[in-house]
Antibody
Framework: QVQLVQSETEVNKPGASVKVSCKTS????????IHWVRQAPGQGLEWMGYINPNSGFTKHAQTFLGRVTMTRDTSTNTAYMEVSWLRSDDTAIYYC???????????WGQGTMVTVSS | QSALTQPASVSGSPGQSITISCTGT?????????VSWYQQHPGKAPKVMIH???NRPSGVSNRFSGSKSGNTASLTISGLQAEDEADYYC?????????FGTGTKVTVL
């Protein structure tokens, strides 16, 4: 079955970077965009951006321009999202999700908790 | 890219129907038929309940339905059940980007 499995919990210091992975299986990786969504503790969902695994093209929410890098490795069917210059307000659960339905997210990863603390 | 506006909370008794609104602008909700709705239980990843305004994915109960009028989309849950207690988010395409709603906590009394 289709699965998105994310990397484990991270704890990082302010100013550092974190790279979250999203390993996919059960479908053709290059057929569907991968989106990234984050959720701060007790808060709502926030769209961060997406990557086209076929071309590598990315689109970011303006909030994250310059600090977030999305990449993919087609040899391992894995998408990555790196946040640089971490701040305390980057503490959140980060989800990857497949755009399996046009402009909707049908399969989600389990989420990766990233804590930014000195 | 302002978040779409949803009521913070909606409640109902078992068996009743409730409706959650999602208000945007002509640049997002009103401009495209690409509104979807997600259910999120505590500690879990979101799950798509409605896509393309009113379409239900396979496996989603027909108690969930969606609609849109102008710049406002709506999710209706009929025959409310205890398992429907969760947070619900709308999501819309907007000129190359995407935006979530502020989220609504549904409580089953």
């Amino acid at each position: 079955q289709v699965q998105l499995v994310q990397s484990e919990t991270e704890v990082n210091k302010p100013g550092a970077s974190v790279k979250v992975s999203c390993k996919t299986s059960g479908y053709t990786f290059t057929d569907h965009f991968i989106h990234w969504v984050r959720q701060a503790p007790g808060q709502g969902l926030e769209w961060m951006g997406y990557i086209n695994p076929n071309s590598g093209f990315t689109k970011h929410a303006q909030t994250f321009l310059g600090r977030v890098t999305m990449t993919r490795d087609t040899s391992t069917n894995t998408a990555y999202m790196e946040v640089s210059w971490l701040r305390s307000d980057d503490t959140a659960i980060y989800y990857c999700a497949r755009e399996g339905i046009v402009k909707a997210l049908d399969i989600w990863g389990q989420g990766t908790m990233v804590t930014v603390s000195s | 890219q302002s978040a779409l506006t949803q009521p913070a909370s909606v409640s109902g008794s078992p068996g009743q129907s409730i409706t959650i609104s999602c208000t945007g602008t002509s640049s997002d909700v009103g401009g495209y038929n690409y509104v979807s709705w997600y259910q999120q239980h505590p500690g879990k990843a979101p799950k798509v309940m409605i896509h393309d305004v009113s379409n239900r994915p396979s496996g989603v109960s027909n108690r969930f339905s969606g609609s849109k009028s102008g710049n406002t989309a709506s999710l209706t849950i009929s025959g409310l059940q205890a398992e429907d207690e969760a947070d619900y988010y709308c999501y819309s395409y907007t000129r190359g980007w995407y935006v979530f709603g502020t989220g609504t906590k549904v409580t089953v009394l």
